[in-house]
């Protein structure tokens, strides 16, 4: 009988051998010359991801694991050395980086975005920009802000975590087999398969419940680097015939290249299509080199391709940074093939910079050599200036976006200046929000006067606006939708607080209104409304508040779904009337950013009015409306008769493509105050102060 210390290893069990010796194999460095080719290609001209992150994370899950596994055989881990040789392989030419990206970022950057790169230059700087990034996804207000100039660093952080993690664990493992006297090999093995189908199970299961969070999480990451472990482990009892071997290489280099052009890698990843890549880098690495003419490592070994491996971890630095900076001094949303090839070519000139002055020089310095904790006290005194100066960058930044707007301010009359007849702008005075203050423009509600969930535990948001202790409210009004009817919950809160109602706002980002899939993938969006329906119906509300159209964007797209109507229809059979409002503009570029780089009165912060509505509101032409739904349209207060503009009555409309600023939707309160109740019919009960 097999006795439990025999299973898992005994010294007198038989166990197949260790890994030999490190030696060195060119195809890996040509791997990850693919790697970063595809990474950067496909950023620039394709605006696509290719999967070569995933191929990095097997790389260094290969190598590392090997490494460590052999230092746990000959019984000592060396932690300081370890993470010495990392801190001087990645910091110096990471933080070059980052500080360029930072000045670069003062000089061109619009300050509306100045705080959240201060921010993301820190989590860049600590290794934890994945996370960052992860909170960014789950916050729909910070998704339409712009690319962050750092957010390539997502993956050298996940990368960071891991060299952190896994010589822990292979540590604790080694402590372990020692204690119990098992066999170090198959412990690992066991280790990394039970790691590798943990991980890739929640990653399947996250990437179907909530995929833009998946891609950026540590744990549904791990099964990557678990993979290639597992091959460093098993690669050296794996020989194949030369023909299969030469089979498996090419196998392996068009998958590798194929990933990106066949998946939608951006909103499949990291699920288990993402084994794609995994499996194609595998057959390469077990190809090995087969000494043949005609075999894919003799490519991968090739001169060219091993130096861009060398430098490919500058290149992969500066390449993102670079393509962002092109685009924002060119104001432009694409950089076509000539602008690309200009990136790229800077890219490689500033990678190759940066790889002989700077990562190879510090790699193979004296530091960390002759003082213990040489190489920890350079991390230090290289990382700490950047942390400070970042810090104080993004606490300036804070206070300088620090803005009250005064209803009231002749200057900046706002959406009243329309009822006035004068232009709808003046060049010579200041336009607000401050652009500092741009990314804080969304509205906020009170403390106490929001939930995350209900007490029946169903995911529903709400927030409820109650007129003053000892008022019986007039009204009970509820306004429901996705993220642009949360904008007009500011001008609301005015109205309610006017007209002593009761407000109740249910509010799912990217979900709106709606009783059918009247976009892709909005499935959970679907489910949410069939929840909120009834509880709305239960509130018996004096009206219902929701928007009447949908995707205003260049190219007449404005609709009104079916799904709406159908929602309206709902609510007038249970006797509760509707009142839709026709949605704002949306843009193909970001008008906070064009007027900072250009003026508010160029014609490049501008559309025509006739690309961003139809003549006739959609609703108007549409069939089966309900009797019980009426209307409001304010796109005469988001464009003039000929275009729309970036700015009216000198207040900013827009904080990012498509959300309106606080600061203008207060402007437009009176206007929407009156639209409303003349639609329903109601008297404007309103008491002026005095």
């Known amino acids: ?18 890994p030999q010796q490190r030696k060195f194999r060119p195809e890996l460095q040509g791997l990850r010359a693919l790697a970063v080719l595809l990474v950067v290609v496909y950023h620039v001209w394709f605006d696509r991801i290719s999967g070569g992150v995933d191929l990095f994370f097997f790389v260094s899950g290969f190598l590392i694991t090997g490494q460590l596994f052999r230092a746990s055989v000959r019984g000592r881990i060396e932690f300081r050395q370890f993470w010495g040789r990392i801190f001087k392989r990645l910091f110096p030419a990471a933080l070059t980086v980052l500080v360029a990206s930072m000045v670069a970022a003062l000089l061109w950057l619009p300050e509306h975005r100045w705080v959240q790169t201060a921010k993301e230059i820190i989590a860049s700087a600590l290794y934890y920009e994945n996370w960052q990034l992860a ?11 712009g690319a962050s100039i750092t957010q390539h660093f997502w993956s050298l952080s996940v990368q960071g975590q891991f060299y952190l993690v896994w010589p822990l664990l292979i540590g604790l493992l080694m402590l372990v087999v020692r204690w119990l006297r098992w066999n170090m090999y198959p412990v690992l093995m066991t280790t990394l398969v039970v790691l590798f189908a943990a991980s890739l199970a929640y990653s399947v299961w996250l990437t179907e419940v909530n995929q833009p969070l998946a891609y950026f999480h540590s744990g549904t990451r791990l099964w990557e680097f678990a993979f290639g472990g597992l091959l460093a482990l098993t690669i050296d009892k794996i020989a194949l015939p030369r023909w299969l071997a030469i089979l498996s290489g090419w196998l392996g280099v068009v998958g590798l290249v194929s990933c990106g052009m066949v998946l939608q890698v951006g909103t499949m990843f990291p699920g288990y299509v993402a084994l794609w890549p995994m499996v194609s880098a595998a057959l390469v690495l077990v190809a090995g080199a087969t000494n043949s003419k005609i075999g894919a490592d003799r490519i991968l070994a090739s001169r060219p391709l091993i130096y861009l491996g060398n430098i490919s971890y500058s290149l992969y630095l500066w390449h993102w940074p670079i393509l962002l900076f092109y685009l924002v001094v060119r104001a432009q949303a694409e950089v076509g093939w000539r602008g690309g090839a200009v990136v790229i070519a800077a890219s490689l000139v500033l990678a190759a910079i940066t790889y002989h002055l700077i990562e190879n020089p510090v790699r193979h310095s004296n530091i960390g050599v002759t003082t213990r904790w040489g190489a920890y006290r350079f991390a230090v005194l290289v990382l700490v200036p950047v942390l400070v100066a970042a810090g104080v960058w993004q606490h300036i930044t804070e206070q300088r976006s620090s803005f009250e707007f005064q209803a009231d301010d002749p200057e900046h009359p706002g959406a009243q200046v329309v009822l006035t007849g004068k232009p709808v702008y003046d060049p010579d005075t200041s336009v607000v929000p401050p652009f500092a203050a741009v990314p804080s423009e969304w509205v906020e509600w009170g403390p106490g006067e929001c939930t995350e969930k209900d007490a029946d535990e169903e995911n529903i948001r709400h927030c409820v606006m109650n007129p003053p202790e000892g008022v019986e409210p007039t009204r009970r009004v509820v ?9 007009l919950s500011g001008a609301f809160r005015n109205i309610a607080r006017d007209l002593n109602w009761q407000l109740y706002l249910f509010h799912r980002p990217g979900c709106p209104f709606t009783a059918t899939e009247d976009m892709p993938n909005n499935e959970s969006c679907v489910d949410w409304n069939s929840r909120v329906l009834p509880r709305i119906i239960g509130l018996d509300p004096d009206v219902v508040v929701t928007m009447a159209t949908r995707d205003v964007r260049e190219g007449l797209k404005e609709w009104t779904p079916e799904g709406y109507v159908e929602q309206w229809r709902r609510l007038g059979e249970a006797g509760i009337r509707v009142v839709a409002i026709r949605d704002n503009p949306r843009f193909d570029f970001q008008p906070p950013e064009c007027v900072q780089l250009n003026d508010f009165m160029s014609e490049k912060c501008s559309r025509p009015r006739g690309q961003m509505y139809h003549a006739r509101p959609p609703y108007e032409v549409a069939e089966n409306i309900p009797p019980n739904a009426s209307f409001v349209d304010l796109s005469d207060y988001f464009c003039t008769p000929t275009v729309c503009p970036p700015v009216i009555g000198n207040v900013l409309i827009y904080m990012d493509d498509n959300h309106v600023t606080g600061t203008y939707m207060e402007t437009l309160a009176p206007i929407l105050k009156r639209k409303v109740l003349d639609v329903l019919g109601w008297e404007d009960t309103t008491v002026t102060p005095g």
Request: glycine share 6%; charged share 20%; net charge negative.
């Open 1 to 18: 009988m097999t006795t439990l210390r025999e299973a898992l290893g005994d010294k007198s069990a038989s166990v197949p051998p260790p």
């Open 135 to 145: 909170a960014d996804s789950a916050d729909y207000f910070a998704q339409n802000s």
């Open 479 to 487: 306004l429901v939708g996705d993220s642009h009817a949360f904008q």
